[in-house]
């Protein structure tokens, strides 16, 4: 399947993502989730999670947070650098590096969320 993120929900979430608004960015992605197969079901699985625990940090819940991070790059091992039209290796560096700082509990973060699009 080849990811549209000009048109349709993924746009719509991206745009939220964008936006920080990433309960509804979730939202957007969840419907299309539903319906893939195989490895982007996982993939876009992944980039839900991600969202939200940007989320749960917007609301506090460090620990939950960091536990959809975690869970969020596990299962982004297996994909190559590329996938989707996201630059994983990018993305993998950059939710890893929230990862680090919130689990730490660092005053010092990250001073963007991680992208998830390459185009």
């Known amino acids: 399947m080849l990811f549209d ?3 349709g929900a993924l746009a719509d979430g991206a745009r939220c ?3 920080q ?11 299309v989730w539903l319906l893939l197969k195989e490895p ?14 940007f989320h749960h ?6 620990q939950g947070a960091v536990s959809l991070l975690r869970r969020a790059l ?6 190559p650098a590329s996938f989707g039209g996201v630059d994983l290796a990018q993305l993998r560096k950059e939710a890893g590096d929230w990862q680090r700082a919130l689990e730490s509990g660092s005053v010092s ?3 963007e969320f991680p992208q998830i699009w390459a185009n």
Do not use: D, M, V
Request: no cysteine; proline share 2%; charged share 25%.
């Open 40 to 53: 982007e079901k996982t993939f876009l699985q992944a980039l839900i999670q991600i969202s939200a625990a």
């Open 109 to 111: 973060r990250p001073k």
């Open 74 to 79: 596990k299962r982004l091992e297996s994909y």
């Open 17 to 19: 993502y964008r936006n």
């Open 21 to 31: 608004e990433f309960w509804n960015a979730h939202e957007h992605w969840e419907g």
């Open 57 to 62: 940090l917007q609301t506090g819940n460090i």
């Open 5 to 7: 993120w000009k048109s």
